[in-house]
């Protein structure tokens, strides 16, 4: 077989494409209509292969010259960025120059062919940048193409199309093992085809425009997964019960495209971050999040905590406002792709919601909610909060509970990085706005917020401290907090906000990172970030030990035990009866302000980075909970005493534990630095 046309050929599918838009040709343009002002220029040189096989040892000796019989050469270059540019050279061993637009992500494609205008030889080379005013060369093998007689006119016509990610649909297709594999087989045979590739998938007269939803990608792929196959497709996460591992597939096998770009689903867009976020926690299918319970058939769970949830409710506008259609049939699965995204253009397709801010419902769903947080607008980072918003705070508690003298606790839940991180979380022991909102109220994010971390991924910002520094990364971006520091500008989806602050340190010696905001030491981020978490651990030590003894340290006549793995958390003999009666442990307090102290320390251990997120926000809870629980009151913040015991009590916790019992040597006057600062004349609390 040939994969051949003639001249005549190639001017009617030239005009076949002129004349059809069913072909979906888009942004072509030839290399004489794309002027001067494009401001890219490239040169293309050649290195051939007569039998297809690696040309690494002829590149690295000698060129290897034109093979006869080669007339004509056709450099493309495509991306979604810019439009397609193509020219045509006489046969050479380097070609250009070809005028372009600068871009990033590029593909240049070289095609060979004879006086017959059949295809005899073709190479790529990808993610090339060009720059304006700058020449750019590359080095392409050339290699002889995969002929499959039923392709080439799905090729031919096909040629100027772009997919959905904006990248020329060929030349995707070209780098993938669809196109490479030439395997046939009756077994698969359908609509005309026998072999992977176009006509493989979609048939020899467009027969299946969606391969992957009809299920067709399984008729060859069924269990065929390498080492990822139980991952993909594990028959457990479709059986009722708990704890069975997820699986990234329906039960259908019908949404392949959710993660994968069709034209080249393993090394085409999307690839490094398919990789991190398979490592993530949103992509583990053996997390407790997709797997403790069978949550497809949690109507008030699902939403978060399987990918068909989150999009039942997503016409919502607010996901924490409505109970979610039951996902039954798609069994277990973690956060794929297509939860955040709208398409496999996943750069362009983020899905958005409400622009003016999050009324998120607490203690239940819509108007079964017994009180409500609002959020800020923060741009592509709105899609993080709805399920990490906490499922209850300080008013839903007061609001659900008729009688604290019998009273199950009201869980917040886990990860409620946005309830703290914004300030909207948590008891809250006092009612002005003075003591908590100063962290994170509605509208006090952006350039002009009044705290740092709120500054973030608004309006470009930028630090006077990252502003000199040499190499560092000065602009947070537009997207908002969550995705400026756990995705960064590289869209890392270990969503790991260490991995932003080291990508953004730059290169003064200095700077610890993060933007360039924390500088001033040699320090790592990493070593500066765990000295945060460790200060805190002896913290939430402190503050568990206050529900169980006086400040002297004797044990309280109705002591409470948390336990940070045992539901529901608060017991009152050691970790078998749960606490019911709220109204025992601190004498002259009330049920509701004892069973607000714990929701807060459940909230900001399960936050897991509340140390961080906002540090003032999480003290200000902690200090006010432990001057609860020791005084029954919590008291006039403002208060100076002349010792930091007269603002919160140490030592009978400093008797109990005078070294720290984590084991990371975090001393008693560090706990009464985080907790306690200096004023006029003395001490104040956090």
């Not at 871009?103 to 205008?117: C, P, Y």
């Not at 108007?367 to 993080?384: D, H, L, M, R, W």
């Not at 340190?505 to 981020?525: F, I, L, P, R, W």
């Not at 320390?601 to 200090?623: T, V, Y």
Request: hydrophobic fraction near 35%; include cysteine.
């Amino acid at each position: 077989m040939k994969n051949r046309l003639s001249r005549v050929q190639f001017l009617l599918f030239a005009m076949l494409l002129l004349a059809l838009t069913g072909c979906g040709a888009t942004g072509i343009n030839t290399a004489s209509n794309v002027n001067s002002q494009a401001g890219g220029v490239l040169t293309a040189k050649l290195n051939w292969a007569a039998d297809g096989k690696s040309t690494a040892k002829a590149v690295a000796s000698s060129p290897v010259p034109v093979p006869g019989g080669i007339v004509s050469v056709r450099i493309s270059v495509t991306g979604s960025s810019i439009p397609t540019a193509k020219q045509y050279f006489s046969a050479q061993d380097s070609y250009g120059p070809v005028t372009v637009y600068p871009g990033t992500g590029l593909t240049v494609s070289a095609q060979a062919f004879d006086t017959s205008g059949t295809l005899k030889f073709e190479g790529l080379k990808t993610d090339v940048t060009i720059l304006s005013g700058v020449p750019s060369n590359v080095l392409i093998t050339m290699a002889p193409p995969v002929v499959k007689e039923t392709d080439t006119v799905c090729l031919a016509c096909h040629d100027g199309t772009r997919d959905v990610s904006g990248q020329n649909l060929v030349a995707n297709y070209k780098q993938s093992g669809h196109y490479f594999n030439n395997i046939t087989s009756s077994v698969h045979s359908k609509f005309g085809a026998n072999a992977p590739g176009c006509a493989g998938c979609h048939g020899t007269n467009h027969d299946d425009p969606a391969p992957a939803t009809s299920g067709r990608c399984f008729e060859c792929h069924d269990g065929k997964f390498g080492p990822d196959g139980i991952r993909h497709q594990n028959p457990n996460a479709v059986l009722a019960g708990v704890n069975f591992t997820a699986r990234y597939l329906s039960v259908g096998n019908n949404n392949c495209s959710a993660c994968h770009e069709p034209h080249n689903p393993v090394n085409g867009t999307g690839y490094q971050q398919r990789k991190d976020w398979a490592l993530s926690g949103h992509g583990d299918t053996t997390a407790p999040a997709w797997t403790h319970f069978d949550f497809t058939v949690k109507d008030t769970c699902n939403a978060c905590h399987t990918p068909g949830g989150f999009l039942n409710t997503f016409a919502t506008n607010n996901v924490n406002n409505a109970a979610a259609v039951s996902t039954v049939s798609s069994g277990k699965q973690p956060l794929t792709c297509d939860a955040c995204h709208s398409s496999n253009d996943f750069k362009n397709s983020v899905r958005t919601l409400l622009s003016a801010g999050y009324n998120v419902g607490m203690g239940g769903y819509g108007s079964a909610a017994k009180a409500t947080i609002q959020f800020p607008n923060v741009g592509e980072s709105n899609i993080c909060i709805p399920c990490h918003a906490s499922r209850e705070n300080g008013a839903s508690l007061v609001a659900g509970t008729a009688d604290f003298t019998n009273a199950n606790f009201k869980n917040p839940h886990y990860l409620g990085a946005a309830a703290v991180f914004y300030g909207k979380g948590g008891f809250q022991f006092y009612s002005s706005g003075v003591r908590y909102n100063t962290y994170g109220a509605a509208g006090k994010v952006g350039r002009n917020a009044n705290w740092s971390h709120g500054k973030l991924g608004m309006d470009n910002f930028t630090t006077a401290a990252s502003a000199g520094k040499p190499g560092v990364i000065v602009a947070t971006g537009n997207r908002g907090q969550c995705v400026t520091c756990h995705l960064g500008p590289k869209n890392n989806h270990l969503f790991e906000a260490l991995t932003t602050a080291n990508t953004t340190q730059g290169t003064s010696g200095n700077t610890q990172g993060c933007y360039g905001c924390h500088n001033g030491t040699a320090e790592s981020m990493a070593d500066f970030i765990n000295g945060e978490r460790v200060i805190w651990d002896r913290a939430f030590n402190f503050f568990a030990w206050n529900f169980r003894y006086n400040p002297d340290g004797t044990q309280r006549a109705n002591p409470m035990y948390y336990s940070e793995m045992a539901t529901p958390y608060f017991f009152s003999d050691s970790a078998s009866t749960a606490v019911t009666n709220w109204t025992l442990t601190v004498p002259g307090g009330t049920g509701a302000q004892t069973m607000g102290a714990a929701l807060n320390l459940k909230l900001l251990m399960a936050e897991k980075g509340s140390f961080l997120h906002n540090r003032s926000f999480g003290r200000a809870l902690i200090a006010d909970s432990v001057v609860y629980l020791q005084k029954g009151t919590v008291g006039d913040r403002t208060v100076v005493s002349p010792t930091q015991n007269g603002i919160i009590t140490f030592s009978g916790y400093s008797s109990a534990f005078p070294v720290d019992p984590g084991g990371n040597g975090v001393s008693i006057s560090a706990l009464k630095s985080l907790l306690t600062k200096t004023a006029a004349g003395g001490y104040i609390r956090r």
